[in-house]
């Protein structure tokens, strides 16, 4: 009997349940499997070829037959797909299976494409260093992505050994966790191993994702996890705690105490891309506030009994949070209504109507003055 052919209940011992294979994904495979191909997961995509681990070994095989016109559809490391049985030459991936997750961010392009960064995960890692100055929008950027992606997100505070006070230490831990509700924040030291027991129980089982900046220690943190040294590592820069892009691909790593890691290159930009849900997750506190407003379209500016204006002005909400909030929701906005006509619509009927608000006010300003 052939591998993939094996029956749902014997999932758990396939040689793929490393890699996440289970009953579910033995479902999905089936009507490949009578076709004589072969699953396996994708480790790392470069120029148009993958490699993909089987239950035969990793293979290189060629995504031709699987490039699509939506790029948020092309191979990416994460999936699991269906190959050409060994003998084959050349080799090719011949389908997707459903991803049940994905991270996506938007790209620099002016038609507001998606970047599919990685798929089928449980946890994303953002990754955040202590070496410089927090940026706890970013965090908040990365977090609305993350929550959009259907993963738990995790934010790991790195470097933790360049802040040895405790007390400076204990106040930049509250800060981030006021900026991620939900969402466990934990503070590693790679280099004295401080956290890592933590962190690798956390995501023992299933797929991570490791996300941040350049410099932000990702490498550093991926071969502690793994237990060897997988990846390069490049000091970063101490002005400003950059490094180079010392990875350059995304690499799916096994770990020796269960589950596997995605490992990605620095994100210089991290665009929201229609993550309205996870926007609103990332500020549930100001979703929640809004509920109270005495007007449903508050815009929480200058409106008459706005709740979200009153907890910032009696000190239950930071005014940086309600920046942060307005600024990702009306980048998303934006993002979406590129797409979506309707969206265009509102948005258009929402600046006339904040336009004739704004030229009244001035009318009746110049009123009081004469």
């Known amino acids: 009997m052939h591998l993939s052919s094996l029956p749902a209940s014997s999932a758990s ?38 490699d993909v681990v089987t239950a035969v070994g990793t293979v290189r095989a060629d995504t031709e037959f699987v490039v699509p016109r939506d790029p948020m559809k092309v191979v990416c490391t994460g999936d699991w797909v269906a190959v050409d049985p060994g003998g084959s030459d050349p080799r090719y991936v011949r389908t997707l299976l459903p991803r049940r997750t994905a991270f996506v961010r938007s790209t620099s392009s002016k038609r507001s494409d998606g970047q599919v960064l990685a798929t089928n995960i449980d946890h994303v890692v953002v990754c955040t260093s202590l070496a410089v100055e927090l940026d706890l929008g970013r965090v908040e950027r990365f977090l609305a992505l993350a929550w959009e992606s259907g993963a738990q997100p995790v934010v790991v505070l790195s470097k933790a050994d360049l802040v040895p006070d405790p007390v400076t230490l204990a106040h930049l831990v509250r800060d981030v966790e006021t900026a991620s509700p939900g969402v466990p924040v934990l503070t590693v030291s790679a280099l004295h191993g401080e956290g890592l027991g933590t962190l690798g129980a956390l995501v023992g089982a299933g797929t ?130 590129k797409t979506d006509a309707r969206v265009r619509a509102e948005l258009r009927r929402d600046w006339k109507r904040k336009g004739a608000e704004g030229r009244a006010a001035m009318e009746a300003k110049r009123g009081r003055l004469r």
């Open 13 to 50: 011992s396939h040689p793929l349940a490393p890699y996440g294979w289970d009953a579910d994904w033995e479902a999905e495979f089936a009507p490949y499997a009578e076709q004589g191909l072969l699953p396996g997961r994708v480790v790392r995509v470069d120029r148009g070829q993958c």
């Open 208 to 337: 991570t994702v490791l996300l941040g900046q350049s410099g932000a220690g990702k490498s550093t943190l991926a071969n502690a996890l793994v237990g060897e040294d997988v990846m390069d590592v490049q000091a970063a820069r101490d002005v400003d705690g950059k490094g180079r892009h010392t990875t350059t691909t995304r690499n799916l790593l096994p770990l020796p105490g269960g589950g596997v890691l995605i490992d990605t290159p620095g994100l210089r930009g991290v665009g929201l891309f229609d993550a309205e849900t996870g926007v609103g997750q990332v500020f549930a506190e100001i979703e929640g506030l809004a509920g109270e407003c005495r007007f449903h379209d508050c815009a929480h500016d200058s409106e008459p009994g706005c709740a979200v204006m009153a907890a910032v002005e009696n000190g239950r909400l930071p005014a940086r949070r309600l920046d942060s909030y307005r600024k990702l929701v009306r980048e998303n906005q934006w993002i979406v209504a």
